[in-house]
C-alpha cells in the first residue's frame, strides 16, 4: 500500500502562506499611501498658510501706504500656483472694547466707570431689563480688574465653581463665555457688537466704516441721547468719500441738537484692522484671522493672530 501524499498538504501551506504575504503588502501599501496622502496634505497646509502669511504682508504693506480706507468691506481674491487666496480687511474697531471696562495696568486693573455705563446702555439697548444689564457688566468688570471685591451686582471667585476670575484683559471675545451670567443666548445677542482689543481705551468708533446696522453703538455711546433710529439715518446718509470730520458727521439732519454727543469717542479714521485671508491650495484649506493696528505714518503692528474664525 502506498503511503498517502503530501503534495496536497504542501500545496496548502504554499497557498496560506501566499495569502499571508498578500495582506502583509497590501497593509504596508495602505500604510504606505495613508502616509504619503498625510504627508501631501501637511504640505499642502503648510503652503496654504504662508500663502495666508502672504495676504498679511500685502495687507499691512497697504495699510502702511495710507490705503485703508479703501480696503475694507469686499473679498479680494489672488489667484497662486496651485490655488487661490481669498482675502478681506474690515475696521476692526467698529465694536464696543469689553477690555475698556477697566483702566490701569497689569495687576492693578481697576473699573472704569464711564465705559461700565456705556456698556450696561448698550445692554439696554440690545433688549435686556436695565437690571440685568447691570448684573453683566459689573460681572465682566470684576472677571478683569484685579481686586477681589465684588461690585453690588457683580461676580468674584466665589461665584465661579472650580476656577478664578481672569485678573486680565479678555484675549478672546469667546472669553466673555466664562463670565457668570454669559449664557448661550446672551452671548448670541451681544456678539455682533463688541471685541477684545489688546488695549484697555475706551471704545473709539470711525464713522466712516460704521455700519448703519451697528447704530446702537452710537446710542450706547452717548448714553442714549442719540437713538439707534436717528444713528442708523445718520450712518445712512454717508458720501462715498465719507465725512472729513467728526463735526461734519454730528452734523447730520438726524443728529442736530443731541445733547450728549460723544465726540470724543469718534473718529474719521481706523486704528485697527481685522483681516481674514482663507487659502484653497491643493485640495487644503486654511483659515486665518489677524489683527493689525495702523501705529504711525508708515507703520503697523501686529496685535493678534489666530489660525481659526475669530471666536
Known amino acids: 500500500m502506498k503511503p498517502p501524499s503530501k503534495r496536497g498538504a504542501a500545496l496548502l501551506t504554499v497557498l496560506l502562506l501566499v495569502a499571508v504575504m498578500a495582506a502583509l503588502a497590501s497593509a504596508v501599501l495602505d500604510d504606505i499611501r495613508f502616509s504619503v496622502r498625510r504627508t501631501t496634505n501637511a504640505e499642502a497646509l503648510e503652503q496654504g498658510r504662508w500663502y495666508a502669511l502672504g495676504a498679511e504682508t500685502l495687507a499691512r504693506g497697504q495699510l502702511a501706504q495710507g490705503l485703508g480706507p479703501g480696503l475694507t468691506g469686499e473679498w479680494r481674491s489672488y489667484p497662486v500656483e496651485g490655488g487661490t487666496v481669498r482675502a478681506r480687511l474690515e475696521d476692526g474697531g467698529a465694536c464696543f472694547n469689553l477690555n475698556s471696562v477697566v483702566e490701569g495696568s497689569p495687576g492693578h486693573w481697576l473699573r472704569r466707570e464711564g465705559s461700565l455705563r456705556q456698556y450696561r446702555a448698550l445692554l439696554t439697548t440690545l433688549g435686556l431689563p436695565e437690571r440685568r444689564g447691570q448684573e453683566l457688566s459689573e460681572a465682566l468688570s470684576d472677571w478683569i480688574d484685579s481686586d477681589s471685591g465684588r461690585s453690588t451686582a457683580g461676580a468674584e471667585d466665589d461665584a465661579y465653581a472650580g476656577y478664578r476670575t481672569s485678573g486680565a484683559l479678555l484675549q478672546e471675545t469667546s ?29 473709539m468708533l470711525n464713522v466712516n466704516e460704521l455700519a448703519a446696522d451697528k447704530a446702537v453703538l452710537l446710542t450706547a455711546l452717548s448714553d442714549g441721547a442719540i437713538s439707534p433710529d436717528a444713528g442708523r439715518r445718520a450712518l445712512a446718509a454717508r458720501a462715498k468719500g465719507g465725512w472729513r470730520d467728526v463735526a461734519a458727521f454730528l452734523a447730520e439732519p438726524s443728529l442736530r441738537g ?21 487659502a484653497d491650495y491643493a485640495g487644503g484649506e486654511v483659515l486665518m484671522t489677524s489683527l493689525i493696528e495702523q501705529v504711525g505714518d508708515g507703520q503697523t503692528a501686529l496685535r493678534a493672530r489666530r489660525w481659526t474664525a475669530d471666536e
Open 175 to 203: 472669553e466673555l463665555r466664562a463670565v457668570r451670567g454669559y449664557d448661550a443666548a446672551v452671548y448670541r445677542l451681544v456678539r455682533p457688537y463688541v471685541c477684545a482689543l489688546p488695549v484697555p481705551e475706551t471704545t
Open 258 to 278: 443731541v445733547a450728549r454727543a460723544p465726540a470724543g469717542q469718534l473718529s474719521v479714521r481706523s486704528r485697527y484692522y481685522e483681516l481674514t485671508a482663507h
